[in-house]
């Protein structure tokens, strides 16, 4: 399986964390996966997609059963807590996966996250012909460098050109999450965002799509992979108990428990895989 990750120009990168870019090493009609391979389920291509603040799938010669769907082209995805199972009905996958910051996808496109939250849609189901046109100039780029250019350009042309209050107020939220480990309350939320506590949870789930009890559980879990996946590249042992305790969490059971709720992993499972094939293991992993 091959992944290639291709940053979004820097403009864009308060927005979207990343282009990840996958195509699987054959197809069951020229090779026979091995039995013990988890990726590959009766003959079928399994991947699993881990919790996120709201995603596009873009896929190419391919159809894909997404929780029970079956899609080709664009797919949106809304924040979600649980993983995500992607299954081609080929065998065969190839396509990009379009992970968002938190906030990201409503600042770029008008999406009200809290009505796409959980779901799982096709760019006709959503009906927006931009998303549409930019799904076939995809289909159609010859390499990941010009598919990556293309978004970046399609993107830039909507990041809105007067101040987003709520945006900016959202941003200065979350690096005060992020400053007290997970540790505020929606009250204190919504004092961060200078608004009241009624028109904060409003903003918070229109923009990010999860209540900010959730949203908090989702940050840490990401934050503590990422660490997790920042040591192994290092070279440098991994604390599960020092990262838990750097995180937030109240020991390592309770991180243990979040990770299995969120990842359907533990932690030491994370640990074992160290740097999996996709060298990021907050969007993927194998």
């Given amino acids: 399986m091959h992944f290639r990750i291709i940053e979004p120009t820097e403009a864009l990168r308060p927005y979207i964390s990343r282009y990840v870019f996958v195509m699987a090493e054959g197809s069951t009609d020229i090779m026979t996966p091995p039995a013990d391979d988890p990726r590959f ?54 396509g990009m996966m379009l992970d968002f910051e938190p906030g990201g996808m409503h600042a770029l496109l008008g999406i009200d996250l809290q009505q796409l939250s959980g779901k799982v849609l096709s760019a006709s189901d959503y009906a927006d012909e931009g998303l549409l046109q930019l799904d076939l100039l995809y289909k159609d780029s010859i390499n990941e460098e ?26 200065k939220v979350i690096a005060a999450c992020d400053a007290m480990k997970g540790n505020i309350t ?42 997790m996946q920042q040591m192994s590249a290092a070279g440098k042992p991994i604390d599960l108990l020092a990262i838990a ?31 999996p094939l996709t060298a990021d293991f907050s969007v993927f992993f194998a």
């Fill in 41 to 94: 389920v009766n003959g079928k291509h399994v991947q699993q997609l881990l919790p996120n603040y709201g995603s596009m799938i873009f896929m190419r010669n391919v159809v894909a059963d997404i929780n029970g769907t079956c899609f080709d082209g664009l797919v949106l995805l809304g924040a979600n807590q649980t993983t995500i199972s992607l299954t081609t009905v080929s065998g065969w996958f190839e």
């Fill in 245 to 275: 305790l750097q995180h937030g969490y109240y020991d390592l059971s309770h991180m243990a428990m979040e990770f299995q709720q969120m990842g359907c992993v533990s932690p030491s499972h994370f640990r074992m895989l160290g740097i």
């Fill in 146 to 171: 010009e598919a990556a250019r293309l978004l970046d350009a399609f993107f830039l042309g909507h990041i809105l050109h007067k101040e987003d209050s709520n945006y900016t107020r959202l941003s």
């Fill in 186 to 227: 929606a009250a204190e939320m919504a004092s961060v965002a200078c608004l009241s506590e009624r028109q904060f949870l409003r903003v918070f789930r229109q923009y990010v799509g999860l209540p900010p009890k959730q949203f908090v559980r989702l940050r840490r879990f990401h934050r503590a992979i990422q660490t």
